[in-house]
């Protein structure tokens, strides 16, 4: 019995604001003439009746050339704009066709049952993935052999036969022979199998026999027991995303299995076919309990997902789920996205996803609402995994606790009066508990009502505002708000950065989801939950101005995609701190906030924060004590929140130090240069007082050094120095620090000409990422540089690998005696940062400081980088006073103080000129063997380009 595939494909196709024009409908015959490759396979058989092994060559070339035929029709299809769920149900189709001639052939020609027996009926069953009727390029290939008794002779040849031809056709080919009882077991026994099972689909064969295996299936694994397999399937998506990352809003996601993604659409989509049935997808989801609106939601977001993953695996050839770096370019050229103003076109690729991931969250809360309602009627069901308690009226009018969450009494509570959206909220602050997904999805339902007459309205400003800074948890509030669309709709400024990506490897999360995050950091330092940092302990009390820091954190990063980001989040957040009517003062003071938000770790990381120029220029600045206690806990939560493991202990001690220097400056009145010096040199002597207090002698080398060594480092620090630093003798050592993000390493000895370059390259050589650099010179021409290392996963260099560290310890040794490793160094960046293409830039300014040239480079990120500009500055005969190394991703900006030879500023402008020139050719070189990644032919980006 032959199976007779669907002969066209949905007509799901969306066209507008598409920018491609779509190909049109599919029908499979005109793909593959399943009539004429029958007659071409039976030809085959006849012409070399004696030679089995000659036919089923042919038969194989026949199959394959119809399989290769339709794949690349469906990317053809793809690329001139079809979307994805058309491609993949064509796919589908297409081995369909091809598995359907197959099997006629292997039971017509090779192994022929004339008058088969109970126990040679066969059917070829479609499970899994393939059993929905999509298939994504790589995807293997599910089937189950149904049998209706005891395994034959006949079966099994059949079957042999059939998998061999199809590995030998290259399918990737997963595969079970039961009979139906088997079935319904081992579905009992097991979610996967019955999850593959509850997709299974008939191809060809006995379709009797499917029949009756489907119709058991239901029978004995489905009916009665929804309560049982939602849980497991809540459970199985739990687990998952706790392995790939609890958070909808990685800018690398997983396109299958990370949160929001496919798996969760289809999650969706096996419990609504559970309870309520259906055989198609557009069946199942309009039987479940999704209004049309949400119906065109979820075929929308299947639509993209499902386009994503075609050309992720069209491009790649290979099954590749994660959207990397490497790809989104690509994948957003394909799909249409070009750039507009100042966002590139991979961002607003990246927004539509981040959107759908969204929506796939709202489905997900609107599915959740409707399995509770249901099963509140049917006590033997849910009821064991969803304890109903009566609800519980509160004061505020159609409101309740329904089960321990905060609920309205129906949907209308919303319709009738938006202001009960914001009071949703304060309300479950107040009360401490969840809010109830029905509340949630009727909120949804309603955003429209949220207009700008009803944001203006002095409660609805008050509610905002309680929902920014109530509570001791703002971060849970602003996320519920943020998921349901309605901060975006109160706070259009706001609204303007949900979802919203920047193409570079320092930010680990969407804008918003960034905000939300830094917001929550600022909440647990004032309440002393996690991570304690001793400063920002001793700042909170003395605040005045709590509001604006919070105000000012929710929305210091909405000028970004506009221009400059902190000029533009000046006026965006003036705006809203205006239509919330906010003090002028107030609304003025988060606009400074905001519009100089990244000043402070800028003027930390990548100037010498003990020059007296630095901490002049950026005492003026701030101006005032208030000023800077808020700039410094806004800047620290703001790095904290970029992603895991860019805060670290020696960023802290930066910021620290900054806000130390210049609070002395603005305490004492003095914010000139000659104010401050004195203030520092009197700081520096305190320290030396107390670091001989506690270690007692001191080495005369740490005497001689000057003031910026002093106040440049900590007393325990200075400690540790002081106990490894020899005055005579040369000497390379290292301490992990406290957080295990780096591992400091001192050097100390003469110096020479070019003896930073050597030290630079030796590390690079042996696999050591600097990630800090400080380098001191005595009045007796000896150094110490203390050099912070990482290795290539963001780890503390050498971790747990004392043979490496001690390798690394001997070649520093080695370079100290001028006996460095020569060589090139492997400058071979990684695929994913080989990604990008970033414009160099080089600064060379006298005007930074009193006595040094100050060179600001940046450029991409790759090893020895360091090494090869340390080198340039040594030809140039350049000494360098102190380097600021600081890695963003795939972008580096380096600082350096220099001299000349006579130990003044550079000099001519000429001389400059060639500096530049030559710095410029080393930040540009592009590495020959890089890897050749679709995003490379992005354009390139500016490295100067704000964080």
Same mark, same amino acid.
């Given at each position: ?14 066209? &507008? ?22 007659? *071409? ?27 290769? &035929? ?44 004339? =008058? ?70 081992? +579905? ?5 199998? *019955? ?73 969706? @989509? ?25 119906? =065109? ?54 927004? &539509? ?43 505020? =009018? ?16 919303? +319709? ?19 809010? !109830? ?44 708000? %943020? ?23 320092? !930010? ?12 929550? @950091? ?25 509001? +604006? ?98 805060? %670290? ?20 009145? &003095? ?54 630093? =020899? ?41 050591? %990422? ?110 360098? !006073? ?5 890695? @963003? ?59």
């Amino acid at each position: 019995m032959t199976s007779n595939p669907a002969s066209t494909g949905p007509s799901l196709v969306d066209t &507008r604001n598409s920018p491609l024009r779509r190909p049109g409908r599919w029908r499979i015959s005109n793909i593959i003439d399943g009539r004429a490759l029958r007659i *071409k396979l039976t030809s085959a058989a006849q012409q070399h009746q004696g030679d089995p092994q000659a036919a089923r060559k042919i038969v194989i070339d026949h199959l394959h050339a119809a399989l290769f &035929r339709g794949r690349l029709i469906a990317q053809e299809r793809l690329q001139q704009g079809a979307d994805g769920l058309d491609t993949a149900r064509l796919l589908c189709a297409v081995q369909d066709e091809v598995i359907s001639a197959l099997y006629d052939y292997t039971t017509t020609h090779v192994i022929r049952a004339r =008058n088969p027996t109970e126990a040679e009926r066969i059917a070829v069953v479609a499970t899994g993935g393939y059993g929905r009727g999509v298939m994504a390029p790589s995807s293997d290939t599910d089937l189950l052999f149904l049998r209706a008794y005891k395994v034959s002779p006949h079966t099994e040849s059949v079957i042999e036969y059939m998998l061999y031809a199809m590995w030998d056709m290259g399918l990737k080919v997963g595969h079970a022979f039961r009979t139906p009882q088997d079935c319904v077991k081992l +579905a009992a026994e097991d979610v996967t199998i *019955k999850t593959s099972m509850l997709d299974a689909r008939f191809i060809c064969g006995d379709q009797t026999l499917a029949t009756d295996m489907f119709e058991l299936f239901q029978r004995e694994a489905v009916r009665g027991k929804d309560a049982q397999f939602i849980a497991d399937k809540l459970a199985e998506r739990d687990a998952r995303h706790a392995r790939h990352g609890d958070a909808r809003y990685v800018v690398e996601p997983n396109l299958k299995e990370g949160k929001g993604g496919l798996r969760d659409l289809q999650t969706l @989509y096996w419990i609504t076919k559970h309870m309520y049935g259906g055989r198609t997808l557009e069946d199942v989801m309009q039987n479940g309990p999704f209004t049309p609106h949400e119906y =065109n939601i979820f075929i929308r977001a299947a639509k993209f997902l499902w386009t994503v993953r075609c050309h992720l695996h069209f491009v790649t050839g290979r099954p590749e789920e994660r959207l990397g770096f490497d790809l989104q370019p690509e994948i957003a050229s394909r799909m249409g996205y070009r750039d507009r103003g100042e966002q590139q076109g991979v961002e607003r690729f990246m927004k &539509r996803y981040f959107l759908i991931a969204k929506d796939v969250g709202s489905l997900t809360r609107i599915l959740a609402a409707k399995l509770e309602a249901d099963h509140k009627k049917k006590p033997e069901g849910l009821r064991r995994f969803l304890p109903i308690r009566a609800p519980q009226a509160l004061k505020e =009018n159609g409101f309740i606790i329904d089960n321990g969450r905060i609920n309205t009494v129906d949907e209308d509570v919303m +319709a009738s009066d938006p202001l009960n959206m914001l009071r949703l909220f304060t309300i479950a602050r107040r009360e401490g508990k969840d809010i !109830h997904p029905d509340a949630l999805t009727a909120l949804t339902r309603n955003l429209r009502a949220m207009n700008d007459s009803v944001r203006e309205m002095p409660e609805a400003r008050q509610l905002v505002l309680e929902s920014i800074m109530g509570g001791d948890r703002p971060g849970q509030v602003l996320r519920w708000m %943020n998921e349901s669309g309605l901060l975006g709709r109160v706070m259009p400024e706001f609204g303007g950065i949900v979802a919203q990506t920047q193409f570079n490897m320092y !930010h680990h999360y969407t804008v918003d989801e960034h905000t939300i995050r830094a917001v929550e @950091y600022i909440s647990d330092m004032e309440h002393g939950r996690g991570e304690t940092i001793k400063l920002v302990s001793e700042l909170f009390p003395l605040l005045e101005n709590r509001r +604006a820091l919070y105000m000012a954190m929710l929305l210091h990063d909405t000028g970004k995609g506009k221009g400059d980001q902190q000029i533009e989040g000046m006026k965006t957040s003036l705006r809203a701190c205006q239509r919330l009517g906010l003090p002028e003062a107030e609304s003025e003071l988060v606009a400074w906030l905001v519009g100089h938000h990244l000043e402070m770790s800028e003027t930390a990381q990548k100037r010498d924060i003990s020059d007296p120029r630095t901490v002049a220029k950026f005492a003026d600045l701030v101006g005032s004590l208030e000023r800077l206690r808020l700039l410094y806990i806004l800047t620290v939560a703001d790095i904290k929140a970029v992603g895991p493991a860019v805060w %670290n202990a020696w960023k802290g001690q930066l910021l620290a130090d900054l806000y130390n220097n210049t609070a002395a400056a603005l305490r004492g009145g &003095r914010t000139d240069e000659a104010g401050v010096l004195a203030e520092l040199e009197a700081r520096a002597e305190r320290r030396r007082e107390a670091l001989i207090d506690r270690v007692g002698k001191v080495p005369a080398l740490m005497l001689e050094m000057e003031t910026a060594y002093w106040t440049g480092f900590d007393l325990d620090d200075l400690a540790w120095q002081a106990r490894v630093l =020899n005055d005579e003798q040369e000497v390379v050592a290292h301490r992990y620090l406290a957080d295990g993000g780096a591992v400091a390493m001192i050097v100390s000895g003469a110096d020479r000409t070019g003896l930073f370059a050597d030290l630079a390259g030796t590390l690079a050589r042996l696999g050591a %990422n600097v990630v800090s650099a400080q380098v001191f010179t005595s009045n007796r021409g000896r150094i110490v540089d203390i050099f912070m290392l990482q290795d290539a996963s963001k780890g503390a260099f050498a971790a747990g690998d004392a043979p490496r560290m001690e390798r690394l310890e001997k070649a520093m040794r080695d370079a100290l005696a001028d006996n460095a490793i020569k060589g090139e160094v492997n400058a071979r960046a990684g695929r994913r940062e080989a990604a990008f293409l970033v414009q160099p830039s080089v600064q060379i300014r006298d005007d930074l400081s009193a006595d040094y040239t100050v060179i600001d480079i940046a450029g991409r990120n790759r090893p020895g980088l360091l090494h090869e500009v340390a080198d340039v500055l040594a030809d140039m005969k350049l000494s360098i !006073h102190s380097a600021h190394v600081g890695s @963003y991703g795939e972008r580096v900006f380096d600082a350096f103080y220099v001299q000349n030879a006579r130990g003044q500023k550079m000099g001519t402008k000429a001389r400059k000129d060639t500096l530049k020139e030559r710095l410029l050719a080393v930040l540009g070189r592009e590495e020959p063997d890089a890897p050749q990644t679709p995003a490379r032919k992005l354009k390139r980006s500016r490295a100067v380009d704000s964080f």
